[in-house]
Structures are given as structure tokens and as C-alpha cells.
């Protein structure tokens, strides 16, 4: 009974938010025109803090005008695209606001692409102009002249001023003197069917891969968000670390905040041991993360700061169980809105009745449908139809295309059609293909509304002994023991054998050493023997990405290879329950196919 009263207590609140409906694409609305509106609401209030400064919402308004008249002046027009690479700062959200209010879209590029992967997203969206913050400069100097622009066409912006404006590009911030501090009148005609952004997403495979964010899409990020997941108010602020070339920081995190009035307490980049500090001088009450940015967190040890912090509410994804719980407990986070969703795809969940452990519900059209994790397809009928899984088993997610949840796509034509499944219920429908595996879960009294738990991304799952493992849920169960700080778990080939064998690159806790007898009996209590991993292997720290993915690709070329790793391998043997050593003998036997797997 009390969670029904909770429940319903919770979600009457919401209950307009929930019922949002996307601006229709003739609408003019955008990202540029919310903001100058939120912008002269709260004038005098603060907008922004970072490293020092702070700006209220009027003069960050003005700021970005004056980029945006610049940029005019400079010839960028309505439908152009403008690629940007900064780091996150106030001139880079100023230069996003920017961008989007002349009409023109922002190619948000990663701040560590150097290359050919930087001359694609450059290239890639036809950009006219190049955005450079000074603390990247290095990476464009490097490829400059394989981007098509001209000296012109380089902006520059001033960082710390540690290096001076090269004589080939505009210094945008000593341009910008004079520039008129209005709106600019083109503003309020932008409709919410035009392009605002480009986010690349890396993929499984190949070059980055630019998907289009119209105005709408972020509109339909900002305002849910705000209203249903983070709750915002004027009076609150948010604390964002991640990385704003990604859309979770950007479209939930900075979105909610341009939408809500609420401010923003912006960081460069994510620091575990400042974060609670900061938290409490800078009195943040929201946060947007990422999962393992939030293991990070309930990796260290227990500081004063974390103690009767302001934090209420943080919404972001990829939280695992097992750190649920230290937010909940020990950091007293009362309320986490879960969320799932990506760049391109046309539907997100939220947890948005703060139940314990879920991605929480969805108002699109899903589908959960059978996987065959050895074939790496989809299980069709002797009709060719696909067949739907039962609820509590993990599936293929499926989202339907409709005129509410439309799918943009990427500005690759073949790779947008690569990401739709067609006649899948009946004839004329079309899905989004979201690459992950789901399942729906029980979460007690939810109003009717289903709940989902992610499991994997398709790729992450492997098969063994005849039975589907699940990275992602083994990697769980071994961060729970008292040995263990990080695992990554993946599966690799043993020659002759069908399947793939769990493997494991291991970080361990601060000032411990591996004892195998202790970790062997902690698996053997906690996982089925066939989710056992094979192999084991002792790294002295992860490897991730910017926003705290674990990076498998390297380690499952590497395998077991003790010939070209440094790295401790420990190996759990056919019929043994203890690990040891992998010795060159036994790895020999492994190559030879007679290990005995």
C-alpha cells in the first residue's frame, strides 16, 4: 500500500509532462529561439558557472548574439553547417547557441579525434566553417589541409591564451567587439524540422557516423527531461562533467537547463576526487551522468563531502545494479531517473516513477524479439516472421517508426536504411533496429505501465557451453567482490571450440593484491559455471573513453596472448575451480586444440 500511495503521489505531478508532444516540423520553434525566451525570463538570474566565472542568463544570451551576428557577417546562412571542436567551456555552449540561432547546424566533434576520423566529420557534414577552441589547435594543424576550407573559414577561439591565434584564422572573440547584442531576427523563423546539430556516434565499426539532431529532437529531449526526469526549477542547478559533443550531457543535461531556467555548474572534465566538493560549494542539486562515471564515484573512499550533500535528483545512463545502491545508501540520492535512448534512435525510456534498478518505461510502440547471439541475426519463423520474446527474457529492441517517434537518421543515407527494419507486424510498418539486447522486468505497482532492464548491446552477449553470457551482467557480479575495482568482460575464440570463453581484464582496489584462492571461490559461489570466465587478466588500469565506456575491441584482439602481454593471465582450466597461471605449455595446448575446453 505504501508504494501504490508513492506511486501515485509521484506521478500525478508529471502527468501533463508525460503527455508532451513533439513540435510539429512546420513549428517554429528551435534550440536557439527556447533559449533566448528562457534567457529573458530569468535576466538577473545566474545561467552559467565555470572555473571562476559566472554569467547570468542575460549575458550569456548577449554573448551568444554577438557570435551569431559574427557569424552572419562572416557569410553563414540559414542550412550550413558549422563543425566545432572545444572542449566543454562557456565560448562552446555560447557557439552552439550560436550556430543554431542563425539556422545554421552544429557538427559537434570529439574533442580527441585527431586524423582521418577528424577529416570525416569535418568533411562528412559539408561544413563551411571550422570552430577551434585554442587548447585543440594542435589536432587541426595537423590536417588542415585535407579539410577544403580557407584560412578564413578557421575560427578561432581564446582559451587560457597560452598560444596566440595562428595568422590563418579569425580570432573569434577579438571579433566579436561591436557586434550587436540583440537577437537575431532570423531567429524566431527557424521551425523545428530543420537541422540544429550533427552527433557523431562511433558505431561498432569503421569512421564516426554523423546523426542528424533537427530542433525538434532536441526540443523533445529538453523539455521531458527537464519536467519528468530532473524535475527542474528555475531555482536549481545541475552539474555537468560529461562531455557536451555527446548528447547526453548536451540534449538531457544542458537542455533541461536551457528549457527550466535552471543553472549550470559546467565542468571541463569529470574528477572523482573534486566532485563531492564542489557539489557542496557550488550547491548543485541535479547531476546528469554516466554509468561509469558513477562507479568512479562509488569507487572512492568516503569523504566528508559526500556527507549531507545537496544532490537530489540525477538523471543519465548506463548505471549498473550494483552501484544503484551506493547511490541510494550511501550517497542518499533520492531520486534516479534511469534513462535509455541514443543519439539517432527515435525513443527513449526514463525511470520516471524512481523505481530501483530499470531503464524505467517508454510511450513508443517496442518490440522485444528473439536473438540468435551464435548466428548474430534475428530468430525469424518458418514464415520469416520475427518472433517475440517472453516477458522476463532478454531481446532484440525494437522501436516503431511513426509520425510521434520518427527516425532522422544519420547524414549517411545507406546507414540510416542499415538501422530500419520494414514490414516487421504487418505491411508498410517500419522499426528502428536499436543494436541492444532488453528485458522486461517486474517492478512491483508501475500504473500499468511496463518496465525495462538493459542486458547488452548485441555484440556484448556471447555464447557458451550452449548458453547466452551477458558481459555486461557477469561484469556486475565480479565488481562485487572485495578484490575487484573494474571488470571488463568479452568473450574470445578457443581454436576448435564453438563459442567464445568469458574473459576478464580486471583493475583491481587500491593496495590490493590478486589472491586467486579468494577470487576463484567468490565465482564459483556467484556465477553459473558456464558464465565463469575462462580467462582472467590483471590490468594495472582501464581503458575508456571519454565518457567512461570500457573499451573491449583491443582486448578481444589481444585474447590470451602471453606472448604479446605484459599483463598477468590467469586461465580457470576444464573440471578446475581454482585459477592460476596461464604457463606457456597450457597456452600451447589451447593453440594446439587440445586444452581439453
Not at 118 to 123: I, M
Not at 440 to 461: E, M, N
Not at 562 to 586: H, N, R, T
Request: net charge neutral.
Amino acid at each position: 500500500m505504501n508504494e501504490f500511495i508513492r506511486v501515485v503521489k509521484d506521478f500525478l505531478p508529471i502527468l501533463p509532462a508525460v503527455l508532451f508532444q513533439p513540435p510539429k516540423d512546420a513549428d517554429k520553434k528551435s534550440l536557439g529561439r527556447m533559449f533566448q525566451e528562457t534567457a529573458a525570463r530569468y535576466d538577473k538570474r545566474t545561467a552559467i558557472i565555470f572555473e571562476g566565472r559566472e554569467l547570468s542568463w542575460g549575458q550569456f544570451n548577449e554573448l551568444a548574439n554577438q557570435y551569431a551576428h559574427l557569424l552572419k557577417k562572416q557569410g553563414v546562412k540559414r542550412g550550413d553547417s558549422i563543425a566545432l571542436m572545444m572542449e566543454n567551456r562557456i565560448e562552446m555552449l555560447a557557439c552552439i547557441v550560436a550556430v543554431a540561432k542563425v539556422g545554421a547546424a552544429c557538427g559537434l566533434i570529439n574533442t580527441s579525434l585527431t586524423g582521418r576520423p577528424l577529416v570525416h566529420c569535418v568533411t562528412t557534414t559539408e561544413s563551411k566553417k571550422c570552430i577551434i577552441g585554442e587548447e585543440l589547435i594542435d589536432s587541426i594543424v595537423d590536417v588542415k589541409s585535407e579539410l577544403g576550407l580557407a584560412d578564413k573559414d578557421f575560427l578561432w577561439v581564446k582559451d587560457h591564451g597560452k598560444k596566440p591565434c595562428p595568422e590563418w584564422a579569425c580570432d573569434l572573440a577579438a571579433e566579436i567587439d561591436g557586434m550587436p547584442i540583440s537577437n537575431p531576427p532570423e531567429t524566431v523563423e527557424i521551425t523545428a524540422g530543420e537541422k540544429a546539430l550533427y552527433v557523431f556516434t562511433s558505431g561498432t565499426t569503421g569512421l564516426p557516423k554523423a546523426a542528424v539532431i533537427l530542433h525538434r529532437r532536441f526540443l523533445s529531449a529538453a523539455e521531458p527531461y527537464a519536467r519528468v526526469g530532473f524535475r527542474a526549477k528555475a531555482e536549481d542547478r545541475l552539474y555537468i562533467c560529461l562531455p557536451l559533443y555527446h548528447f547526453t550531457g548536451l540534449g538531457p543535461g544542458v537542455g533541461a537547463c536551457f528549457y527550466s531556467g535552471a543553472s549550470i555548474f559546467l565542468r571541463r572534465k569529470f574528477s572523482a576526487s573534486k566532485f563531492w566538493p564542489e557539489v557542496q560549494e557550488y550547491k548543485t542539486n541535479l547531476f546528469v551522468y554516466v554509468g561509469e562515471l558513477c562507479r568512479y564515484l562509488a569507487a572512492q573512499p568516503v569523504c566528508e563531502a559526500e556527507k549531507n550533500n545537496p544532490l537530489e535528483t540525477m538523471v543519465g545512463n548506463g548505471l549498473r545494479p550494483d552501484v544503484w545502491g551506493a547511490f541510494r545508501d550511501r550517497f542518499k540520492v533520492g531520486r534516479i531517473s534511469e534513462m535509455y535512448g541514443s543519439s539517432e534512435g527515435n525513443a527513449v525510456f526514463i525511470n520516471l516513477l524512481n523505481k530501483d534498478r530499470t531503464i524505467g518505461t517508454t510511450s513508443a510502440k517496442v518490440m522485444l524479439v528473439k536473438y540468435d547471439i551464435d548466428a548474430d541475426e534475428m530468430v525469424r519463423s518458418p514464415k520469416g516472421k520475427l518472433i517475440a520474446v517472453k516477458k522476463g527474457e532478454a531481446g532484440l529492441l525494437l522501436t516503431k517508426i511513426d509520425n510521434k517517434y520518427k527516425f532522422d537518421g544519420y547524414k549517411d543515407k545507406s546507414a540510416t536504411a542499415s538501422k530500419v527494419l520494414c514490414d516487421v507486424v504487418k505491411r508498410g510498418d517500419s522499426w528502428f533496429n536499436t543494436g541492444d539486447l532488453v528485458r522486461q522486468i517486474d517492478v512491483g505497482f508501475a500504473l500499468g505501465l511496463g518496465h525495462y532492464q538493459f542486458v547488452d548491446r548485441v555484440g556484448d552477449t556471447f555464447r557458451w557451453r550452449s548458453e547466452n553470457v551477458s558481459t555486461n551482467e557477469v561484469g556486475e557480479i565480479l565488481n562485487g567482490s572485495d578484490q575487484v575495482d573494474m571488470a571488463n568482460v568479452y568473450g574470445v575464440e578457443i581454436p576448435g571450440i564453438e563459442g567464445k570463453a568469458g574473459m576478464a581484464a580486471m583493475t583491481l582496489n587500491e593496495g590490493v593484491s590478486f589472491d586467486p584462492a579468494t577470487f576463484s571461490a567468490y565465482v564459483c559461489s556467484q556465477l553459473a559455471a558456464f558464465a565463469r570466465p575462462v580467462f582472467v587478466r590483471i590490468q594495472g588500469q582501464a581503458e575508456t573513453t571519454v565518457t567512461f565506456k570500457l573499451f573491449k575491441g583491443n582486448l578481444r584482439k589481444e585474447a590470451y596472448d602471453i606472448s604479446q602481454i605484459e599483463d598477468a593471465i590467469y586461465i580457470l582450466k576444464p573440471g578446475s575451480s581454482v585459477y592460476e597461471l596461464l604457463c606457456g605449455e597450457f597456452h600451447q595446448k589451447i593453440i594446439d586444440g587440445k586444452s581439453g575446453y
